[in-house]
């Protein structure tokens, strides 16, 4: 059979002129076009303004969310430059709002450094703009102009005098709607806690720089303020912790082209907290300013400990040993950052590596020289440690599987699936054996598996990895999911990508599930990171009458049926005080049946924040999580962590 193809000729070739591309593909610019899209037009020109205080012209950046649902960021740097372009013969701020690529950090002497990841910042958060305007104030002279969609209202114009220096942005996020159906978002409600995070995060990465976030919805009003920069970051990250030394440790230095900053501290705790940055970037992944800070770290550490006879000459710490309860903040600045790794947050500069090392390596060296009542309590934690580790690699060789397939090393108590494809698979993780009974029975073997974990498990945040290699129930879990853990965790073994929290719905239920999560967030981030933890919505109630019968599954949902069935009807209500209570057709039907029940993915979008709250609800200190539970105690909320 002959085939006929469609012409494809000169007329195929579509040329998107301008900010079209950007409108037609936004994912590739700012990610998506969810909540997580919207909030990056803010940090684009937030961006923007701390390249300003990065040149040494801006020290206050105030945001402001306007109850019309615009944001408005304002900077008292320079001002965008207002002359004719060369080349263009347009002004130079319209050039910058209008083209991509177009600005003073491609190859130009405007800036130094640049914390924009791609600085095309101005120019998308335009095209992604139902409406902006741009206010320059330079020369004495306010200068203005506006566009819809990207495409200019009016020429740039004076509209007034000022003495102020700096650019007011203000913009309209295209949202979708029914009058608007070529809208670009999918949501246009920001959140003034996902935007705090983040220009905190900015304020302590450029000490000396005043961000304010202002919400004039909700009347919220924060100023962000950091004098000490990464110090202060290093505290607030320990603020409810116990510290080993009151200070942290500050090392900063570099070259003309580079600036490297590192501070870390000691805490009470078990797991390390190392975040770094490249210009401003979170550079989640690591990369070469993480390898120079961990090598001098472990050798500094080892020098100092046989020179002075704490460690015999046999005797090595490892890395681990030494980043054990530590929390550290490592940010490089540099002219041309490479980036890599799967999402682009991974620093590449081969030559950072030896600059941080040197440096780390010189400064500590001295600190530790100078400070031994210090360097002896690091050793001695470190030493602690290794004794640790040890235990722990012991218990760990008892918690390996060697193949997915050796059904002879899963638990005991486990009722496994037969499909083998691990995408397929889902495993509930079960509150006590009443309860596991139940799910066992009422479950679809073919995909869905049964851990019944006997009342709440170990708290990993006030606990030492060998003692909680050694806990049943969390050797248990391990050992099924079949991925190891820690630096041993290997996602390609992971024999379930659901994993499923199935806990009452009451103050324990609660508790086992936060329970369960600190030790995924601690030792199994990736399972959060992927998306594969999810958490099981039983019902709390079962209204019946006559031939009605509805699951609710909150005490509002139970307000609304009565409602719904009126005052006459006076239906049974049963209440579930746990899952146990359910035969197991109930369970299946309102809890595990694909079809019909309702589960939440656990999401780890903001670190800062999980680790935060891990930290309050389990930590040792007493008082903040009292503080907090009397906050909160009239509010039911979701942790989305």
Known sequence: MEKTHAAYDETQIQVLEGLEAVRKRPGMYIGSTDHR???????????????????GYCDTINITLHKD??????????????????????????????????????????????????GVGASVVNALSRHLRVAVFQDGKIYEQEYTRGKPDYDLRVIGETAEHGTLIHFWPDVKSEENPDGIFETGEFNYDTLKSRIREMAFLNRGVALRLTDECNEHDHLFHYEGGIIEFVKYINKNKEVLFPEPIFIQGGREDTSVEAAFQYNDGYSETILTFANNINTVEGGTHLVGFKSALTRVVNDYGKRYKILKESDKLEGEDIREGMTAIISVKLIE?????????????????????SLVGDKLSAFMEENPAISKAILERCLS?????????????????????????????LADCSERDPALCEIFLVEGNSAGGTAKSGRDRHFQA????????????????????????IKAMITAFGCGIGEDFNAAKLRYHRIVCMTDADVDGSHIRTLMLTFFYRYMRPLLEQGYVYIAQPPLYKVSR???????????????????????????????????????????????????????????????AAEAIFTLLMGDKVEPRREFIMENSKMVVDLDV
């Open 385 to 413: 440690a290794q004794r640790a580790r040890e235990a722990a690699r012991k218990a760990r060789d008892l918690t390996r599987r060697k193949t997915a397939l050796e059904s002879a090393s899963l638990p005991g108590k």
């Open 37 to 55: 899209g919207l909030h990056h037009l803010v940090y684009e020109i937030v961006d923007n303004a701390i390249d300003e205080a990065l040149a």
């Open 337 to 357: 950052p490479q980036f890599e790794g799967q999402t682009k947050t991974k620093l590449g500069n081969s030559e950072i590596r030896g600059l941080v090392e």
């Open 450 to 473: 049964i851990l019944p974990l006997r009342g709440k498990i170990l708290n990993v945040e006030k606990t030492r990895v060998d003692k909680i290699l050694a806990n049943a129930e």
């Open 546 to 608: 006559k031939n009605f019968e509805r699951y609710v599954f909150d005490d509002d949902a139970l307000d609304t049926t009565l409602a719904e069935l009126g005052p006459d009807a006076k239906p049974d209500v049963q209440r579930y005080k746990g899952l146990g209570e359910m035969n197991a057709e109930q369970l299946w039907t309102t809890t595990m049946n694909p079809a019909t029940r309702s589960m939440m993915r656990v999401s780890l979008d903001d670190a800062l």
């Open 69 to 118: 649902g615009s944001a408005s960021i304002l900077d008292n740097g320079r001002g965008f430059p207002v002359g004719i372009h060369p080349k263009l013969g347009r002004p130079a701020v319209e050039v910058c709002l209008t083209i991509l690529h177009a600005g003073g950090k491609f190859g130009g002497e405007g800036y130094t450094f640049s914390s924009g990841l791609h």
